[in-house]
């Protein structure tokens, strides 16, 4: 059974402030990790994707990618309080299964 | 747009009903997933198909089956429901390529009495 851990929070942050999620996983093997938001009684949407090391940004979002300690974060910078929701770590192995954690909630407080 | 939508968004049963749920999408993805969803366990795979008429068993396909008998179209097939088989249950598709991420669709949330 792979894994895929993730602080189920929930983490509170004033608005304008970072957030920092984070996700570590249990093979090596994983080929693609990506970030999901989902609200609550909705179907998650996809934030980021990242395939190699390092970091990746798309306007207040950063995933942050370390093979080699099996690690994968999300920063938000700004936090805004449309930004409440649960975030889902996925990890891609080998033939196109796709493992989930079980989600960081996070509270953006006004 | 990807677009994936599913036939209902709610769906009440009885224990022992025969239950069809059912994914359509519209942006040729060879890879079909059903995901079922519950509080403190994440998604969880049930089943996905990689080409039409192929399937494999996800991580919990037990109680449930599945049939894709046109490339658009994913249909979760649940053959004597229970109660503990209420749960929000997801379906998402991709392509091929190894950077395809998946798109979900909006969920349907079944209750099983």
């Known amino acids: 059974q792979k894994e895929v851990e993730q602080n189920s929070g929930p983490l509170s942050v004033p608005e304008g402030a970072i957030a920092s999620l984070n996700c570590t996983y249990s093979?090596?093997?994983?080929?693609?990790f990506f970030w999901y938001r989902q609200y609550s009684g909705k179907s998650p949407e996809l934030i980021m994707s990242i395939y190699s090391n390092g970091d990746k940004e798309d306007g207040r979002f950063t995933a942050q990618l370390n093979k080699a300690s099996q690690y994968v974060s999300l920063l938000i910078r700004d936090s805004q309080p449309s930004d409440s929701a649960t975030y889902l770590c996925?990890?891609?192995?080998?033939?196109?299964?796709?493992?989930f954690g079980s989600g960081t909630k996070l509270n953006v407080k006004p | 747009d990807v677009k994936v939508t599913q036939s209902s968004r709610y769906l009440v049963k009885r224990t022992g009903e025969k239950v069809f749920l059912e994914c359509v999408q519209d942006m040729d993805h060879e890879n079909m997933f059903w995901y079922r969803q519950d509080p403190g366990l994440g998604l969880r795979l049930i089943y996905f198909s990689y080409d039409v008429k192929m399937k494999e068993k996800g991580d919990i396909p037990e109680g449930y089956s599945v049939s894709r008998e046109k490339k658009e179209r994913f249909s979760l097939i649940l053959e004597s429901a229970s109660t503990n088989q209420t749960s929000m249950y997801l379906c998402a598709s991709n392509g091929q390529g190894n950077t395809d991420t998946q798109y979900f669709g909006p969920g349907t949330r079944l209750t099983v009495l």
């Open positions: 996925a990890v891609r192995y080998s033939f196109n299964k796709f493992y």
């Open positions: 093979d090596r093997g994983s080929q693609s």
